[in-house]
């Protein structure tokens, strides 16, 4: 059972460019949840999505920032307009519709906004 | 608001025991979980306790919850170089998990 994937692994924008942020979550899990980490601290919830619909997006920056997982393929964390300050590492964890508390890590992509 | 907190540096000698230290805030946190970060990679899930509980062993992990001080604490019997990383305390719901800034592990031959 592959684990949860993440694409691209690194991404390079200058700033006013536009990132998308590709998730796959494990097989069978129906729960994705995207974080943020910026350097030398811990990971900061951003939002929590089920199939088509966002449940919590209380973490999400309220401009520039979206996120959606649809019916069909991966989710996309979607960056607009970037400025150096985005520059961080996202991580998407999924959890299965059963067991929403364990939540199994992608490995993240480092995004450099120059 | 919620705040979770680790020392962040631990070094050990190799066969030691290492105990890595966490205190959170939110009282009504479900769950509390340690993930282990190694360089470049993402966060592996090691293990996690319900709050009613105050110790869950597995293998050569043992946690122990004080839920009236709301302390957690990871021990890692016998640790080795592969144990080097940093670990992350994690509280929360089904929902969102708030972590720690991480303790990173040093292990000395």
Known sequence: NAGVMQNPRHLVRRRGQEARLRCSPMKGHSHVYWYRQLPEEGLKFMVY?????????????????????????????RI??????DSAAYFCASSPPSLTYEQYFGPGTRLTVT | GEDVEQSLFLSVREGDSSVINCTYTDSSSTYLYWYKQEPGAGLQLLTYIFSNMDMKQDQRLTVLLNKKDKHLSLRIADTQTGDSAIYFCAEGSARQLTFGSGTQLTVLP
């Open chain 1, 49 to 77: 999505l089920q199939k088509e619909n966002i449940i919590d997006e209380s973490g999400m920056p309220k401009e520039r920032f979206s996120a959606e997982f649809p019916k069909e393929g991966p989710s996309i964390l």
């Open chain 1, 80 to 85: 607009q307009q970037v400025v150096r300050g």
